[in-house]
């Protein structure tokens, strides 16, 4: 098995959670912009009290490069949100999570990673899971508005850039809080100051404060195995793996929103299955 792969998993885990959360956040009418400065509120004091209790918590080159983490991942989650809005979870999340390509990609170009066969048969599984899934929905599910495509597609891009500066990161000896909290520094203030020049305040729903802390756990643990991740191994094998969590997203589609489970969107999950077997083995 690829080196890190196990915190990887984790990961997968982790962001699947997390996406559900927020999609159950839009469906219940919290706007974007307040759910991630929820997010942001219980995250930023949450990671930095991880890095104070584990003394793993420093200043320098890994910070910075957190930071400009920050402002890519405001980028990436405020159009995801949105997008759910009005997008099914089993199309979205799938779009949003193929951002490892990216990743990839600027991997194997700008780090020199090796581009192996079981890489690119992953990478295949991937791609095609991915049209299957666009693909497979019936007349009768909901789909994605142009609004919706554009903003994923955004997001797409932004978080592909994210995944490859944590790598980044990590190569000058970062730690996850040091890294995290370098995002968090600069994801905190621009949440704050884009919903207070947007609403003149700040008024969320009472239930936007169980949404914003559920997904503000569940994206700290997710990142922090994450980074630990790409501290052991290849950033072109385990931020695939990790973004592989739509397989997790999906399946809670249609369990618990009765999204319908179409014989192709059965083989695009196979697929994104078999991708995640493909990375694990290169």
């Keep these: 098995m690829a080196e890190g792969v196990e915190l990887a998993l984790g990961t997968m885990m982790f962001y699947g959670l997390a996406d559900w959360v927020y999609k159950r956040a839009a469906a219940s009418g919290v706007q974007p912009h307040h759910f991630l400065l ?16 584990t003394g793993t918590l420093v200043l320098g080159v890994p910070f910075a490069w957190g930071m400009m983490a920050g402002v890519l991942i405001f980028v990436a989650l405020y159009n995801f949100a949105r997008s759910l809005a009005s997008g099914a979870v089993s199309i979205v999340a799938p779009v949003f999570r193929l951002s490892f390509a990216i990743t990839v990609a600027l991997a194997v170009w700008l780090l020199d990673e090796p581009l192996t066969g079981w890489k690119l048969a992953g990478l295949a599984a991937s791609l095609a899971a991915v049209w299957l899934l666009l693909a497979g929905a019936p007349a009768s599910a909901p789909r994605a508005t142009l609004s919706s495509v554009l903003r994923v597609l955004i997001a797409t891009v932004a978080m592909g850039i994210v995944s490859l500066v944590y790598k980044l990161a990590a190569i000058a000896g970062g730690s996850p809080a040091t890294v995290l909290t370098g995002q968090a520094t600069v994801f905190l203030p621009l949440a704050t100051l884009f919903t207070l020049a947007r609403d003149h305040g700040f008024h969320p729903p009472p239930g936007a404060w169980r949404h ?71």
């Design 38 to 53: 929820l997010q942001a509120f219980f995250f930023a004091p949450g990671i930095f009290l991880y890095g104070l209790t």
């Design 212 to 282: 914003g802390a559920t997904a503000a756990v569940l994206l700290l643990f997710g990142l922090v195995m994450l980074l630990a991740g790409l501290a052991r191994g290849e950033a072109s094998v385990l931020v695939p793996v990790a973004q592989l969590s739509f397989v997790v997203t999906a399946g809670l589609g249609f369990v618990f929103l009765r999204e319908t489970l179409t014989l192709r969107k059965g083989f695009g999950l196979a697929f994104a299955i078999a991708a995640l077997i493909c990375f694990a083995r290169s």
